[in-house]
């Protein structure tokens, strides 16, 4: 369970007063990254929407949050029936939510198909039915939840394109579910990797991930100062 109670990139379209005032700067920025976190845009006019379930929400918001073209991430659950579900709920698996992301992103400079590769490909293993790495129950299954029908053509085009190349050594696992409702996560949850670096499963699962990723997307990365 998490701490505490928590690359073959495949394209399918053709992954100290000058040094303390930068600290300074570099602090608001991140006290303004942090007070931001986890809130849905209040302008969505250029804007579009993905949801995600691939295991713990503090890497793949991350992952995601760093590609060019994403607005912000959401953490939260999604894929259940239950009304307004804590962390508590669905992580001890009393609820039939799973650890979710919400991407807010601008498709003129990312598409859906974009994100559908990062998804499959780096953000997580969609090959482990209700797991990820030390992350064990339905409330870690991977999901990819589609809010039009193309959408749900490209997800399934998707897979089949993935497991055709053998990218895994087993077949994905993925749900394709339609999407209903997301939750957004407690406010503590947002932003989680980058406010607490620290923390045991950050570092040894989190960050390895995030890494890999980085090497197999990092022409599709926002420049360092922007992330």
Known sequence: MKLPIKNLRLSLLSLLLLVAACAQNNSDAQTLKRSTAGKAPTNLQDLAVATFAGGCFWCTEEIFEELRGVREVVSGYAGGKEQKPTYEQVGSGATSHAEAIEVYYDPKQISYQELLDVFFLAAHDPTTLNRQGPDVGP??????????????????????????????????????????????????????????????????????????FRKAFAAKLKPVAQR
């Open 139 to 212: 409330q870690y299954r991977s999901v990819a939840f589609y809010r039009t029908p193309q959408e749900k053509q490209l997800i399934e085009a998707t897979i089949k394109l993935v497991n055709a190349a053998k990218h895994y050594s087993n077949p994905i696992v993925t749900q394709v579910t339609a999407f209903t409702q997301f939750w957004p996560a407690e406010d503590y949850h947002q932003g989680y990797y980058r406010i607490h670096p620290e923390n045991p499963y950050v570092q040894s699962v989190s960050t390895p991930k995030i890494e890999k």
